[in-house]
């Protein structure tokens, strides 16, 4: 029987490791390359330069890594990778990797580099996010990717044209909140010492919210967020979050239930979004759908698919679907989204038992297991005398006999 593939789906946050045939990872885990931050290397939103000046606040300079700098991070990681949490040796196993389409080509011809020089891992294949449609039986979905630094919207398989992206994810509302908290020092008791139940000098309070880590305001958001429909229609309270056992931090109503607002940049709300695309997630799918065949878009309207971590904030999908029906409904005739009108009570989910964080892993795992994608399988012998150079994706069936 033939071993076991290892399945690798590196996300710009987390990144999700195991074994084909699993039906969940082994192990999801922080991507950890430091020094450097791969969410904005990996994002499709980015130049590929190595220095690059964000659009948002000409002041803050963007240096991506190049190659040679991020061989070493990339070696370490992968490694612990395989010693510390799948516990194998690699050279022993075949990869079996899915992926953003459109990650740098110098990322990706590092990644591959790396597991056969130094690995020396036995065949690799590269797979795309379409394979999340896979544990479904389908062949084709809205495939809707809400990550850490962006989002995507994909039409399944052979409808590529209608790929969007834009620059919100949950990175989005983790800056948002802690810009907030910032600008309510000034208005109110923000952080307080647990057991004497005082506020903390304001330069003191400041210090901790400047110094809260992505893993903290992650949790934050997860134990405070309310995505509700009307929040005007249930009563949202201020709760206390435990930053230590001698300090809480205080967050209000109005950031548990707005400071999502920023996926969905609802234009009749009124919201602080400095640093928000004009693009949220709501335009990407009706600007996606917009660009498929008309006779398609009602059956699409059917099968959306919803995967990322981001999606799995408790009332995300209902949050997402009324907001896509508001901006139909106030779409005038001379609006691009009039045409889509019609779709207004046709917007369903696919209901599935599995976590939208691993989604795109599992497809890959199921896939790993079946021969008819052996062809999309390069060994290193190929690879070498391919002069070490990746096929474009639309050149990735690779021909054994050549």
Not at 41 to 63: K, P
Not at 201 to 208: M, N, V, W
Request: some cysteine.
């Amino acid at each position: 029987m033939e071993k076991a593939s290892i399945v690798l789906d590196i996300g710009g946050s987390y990144t999700k490791c195991g074994y084909t045939g699993e039906s969940t990872p082994r192990c999801i885990v922080p991507t950890d390359l430091h020094p450097f931050n791969l969410s904005q290397y990996l994002s499709s939103g980015i130049s590929y330069d190595h220095t690059t000046t964000d659009n948002n606040n000409n002041n803050n300079l963007i240096i991506l890594p190049t190659a040679q700098q991020l061989t070493e991070p990339l070696l370490n990681f992968l490694n612990t990778l395989f010693l510390k949490y799948l516990l194998c040796k690699p050279e022993q196993k075949k990869i079996v990797i899915v992926e953003n389409l459109f990650v740098p080509r110098m990322f990706r011809q590092l990644l591959v580099s790396l597991l056969f020089d130094h690995f020396k891992v036995q065949s690799i294949v590269l797979l795309s996010p379409t394979v999340s449609l896979l544990p479904l039986l389908r062949t084709t979905a809205v495939i809707i990717d809400c990550g850490y630094s962006e989002s995507r919207v994909y039409e399944g398989i052979g409808m590529m044209s209608a790929y969007k992206t834009a620059r919100v994810g949950s990175k989005t509302i983790r800056d948002q909140l802690k810009k907030s908290l910032m600008d309510d020092l000034a208005n109110r008791t923000v952080v307080s010492n647990t057991l004497t139940r005082q506020p903390l000098e304001q330069s003191q309070a400041r210090s901790i919210i400047e110094s809260l880590t992505s893993q903290q305001l992650e949790d934050i958001l997860i134990k405070t967020t309310v995505l509700a429909l009307d929040p005007t229609s249930v009563t949202i309270s201020n709760i206390e979050y435990h930053l230590t056992p001698t300090t809480s931090l205080s967050i209000s109503s109005q950031q548990r239930s707005h400071i999502c607002d920023a996926l969905f940049h609802d234009p009749n709300v009124e919201q602080d979004c400095d640093g928000v695309d004009e693009e949220n997630i709501v335009t990407l799918l009706l600007d996606s759908l917009i660009q498929c065949d008309i006779d398609m878009t009602k059956s699409l309207a059917h099968s959306l698919l919803l995967i990322g971590g981001t999606g799995m904030l408790p009332g995300f999908k209902a949050k997402l679907i009324q907001q896509v029906k508001k901006r139909l409904d106030e779409a005038d005739d001379d609006s691009i989204y009039s045409q889509l009108k019609g779709l207004t009570n046709h917007l369903e989910f696919i209901d599935h038992q599995y976590q939208p964080n691993y989604f795109m892993w599992l497809g890959a795992s199921l896939a790993g297991t079946f021969d008819t994608y052996t062809t999309h399988r390069l060994t290193h012998d190929q690879y070498t005398r391919g002069n070490k150079r990746l096929p474009e994706y639309e050149r990735c069936t690779i021909n054994s006999t050549k």
